[in-house]
C-alpha cells in the first residue's frame, strides 16, 4: 500500500504545481493585457485601451486602477456617463483618494443635471464625509493596528509598578480602545454603504423616468447622462431608483450602468 500513497502524494504535488503555474500564467496575461492597455492610452488609441482594460475585468480581476483607468479612457472620449461609473467603481476601492476626486469632479462638471441633495444634519453629512474618506479594508487595518496597541498598553500596565506608570498606561489603553472601536464603527458603516445600496449612473444621452415599470406609464421628470442615482427596486426590464433630492421613478435597465 505504500507505494500507492507515495503515487498519490506525486499526483496531488503534480496538481498543486500545476495550479500554481496555471494562476502564475494567468497572472501574467494580464500584466501583459494591463501594459499594452497602458501604451494604447498614452498613444491616445483610447478605444482600443477601453477593450483591454475591459479584458482585464473580464478575468474576474477588481482592480481600482483598472476602473480608475478606464473612467479616463471613456472621459477623454466623451462619454461621461461610463466615465462617472468606472470612476465610482475605483472609488469603492480606493476611497476618496485625490486624484479620482478631481477627476470625478471634473467628468460630473460636464453633466446637465446639478441634483442638489436633501438637506441632512450636520452630524449626519460630516459622518459619511468621514466614512467615505477611506475604505472599508483600510478603517478595519486601523482598527486592527489600534487594537495591537491596546494590547501592548494593558500589558505594560500589568507589568509596571510604579503607580504614575500604571495610571498613565491605563489611560493609554483606555484612549486607544475608543479609538479601535471609533475605526470598526467607521469600517462597519463603509462596508455597509458599500454592500447595501445600489448605485446606478444614466448612461444614454437623456431618458425620461416613469411613475410604473411600463413603458406607457406616465413621465415623471427627464433626467440626462451621467446622473447618478440609487437602485432600490427591480423588476423584470425595470428599476426603480431615488435621485439624491428625494425625486423617485423607474427607468429601463439598458440605460443604466450599475455602479
Not at 459619511?128 to 483600510?138: E, Q
Amino acid at each position: 500500500m505504500r507505494p500507492m500513497k507515495d503515487f498519490k502524494s506525486v499526483f496531488f504535488l503534480l496538481i498543486e504545481l500545476l495550479s500554481l503555474f496555471s494562476l502564475k500564467v494567468y497572472a501574467l496575461e494580464n500584466e501583459a493585457v494591463y501594459v499594452n492597455a497602458q501604451n494604447e492610452y498614452k498613444s491616445k488609441d483610447y478605444a482600443k485601451a477601453i477593450i483591454s482594460y475591459h479584458k482585464i475585468l473580464a478575468n474576474d480581476v477588481l482592480a481600482p486602477e483598472v476602473f480608475y483607468n478606464l473612467g479616463n479612457c471613456y472621459y477623454k472620449i466623451d462619454s461621461i456617463g461610463k466615465a462617472i461609473q468606472y470612476y465610482e467603481k475605483a472609488r469603492k476601492l480606493i476611497g476618496d483618494e485625490e486624484d479620482l476626486m478631481h477627476n470625478l469632479k471634473l467628468a460630473h462638471a460636464k453633466t446637465v443635471d446639478k441634483i442638489e441633495p436633501m438637506p441632512e444634519f450636520v452630524v449626519t453629512s460630516t459622518w459619511k464625509n468621514i466614512v467615505n474618506f477611506k475604505t472599508a479594508d483600510t478603517w478595519a487595518n486601523y482598527a486592527l493596528i489600534n487594537f495591537v496597541f491596546v494590547f501592548i498598553a494593558f500589558v505594560l500596565f500589568q507589568l509596571v509598578k510604579q503607580p504614575s506608570l500604571k495610571k498613565t498606561f491605563f489611560g493609554l489603553a483606555l484612549l486607544l480602545s475608543l479609538l479601535t472601536s471609533m475605526f470598526y464603527m467607521l469600517a462597519k458603516s463603509r462596508s455597509n454603504a458599500d454592500n447595501s445600496v445600489n448605485q446606478g449612473v444614466l448612461l444614454v444621452g437623456s431618458s425620461a423616468v416613469k411613475s410604473e415599470p411600463e413603458n406607457t406609464a406616465t413621465d415623471l421628470f427627464v433626467i440626462h447622462e451621467g446622473a447618478v442615482f440609487k437602485i432600490i427596486e427591480i423588476q423584470s426590464d425595470w428599476m426603480k431608483i431615488r435621485l439624491d433630492n428625494g425625486s423617485l421613478g423607474w427607468l429601463q435597465k439598458n440605460a443604466i450602468g450599475e455602479i
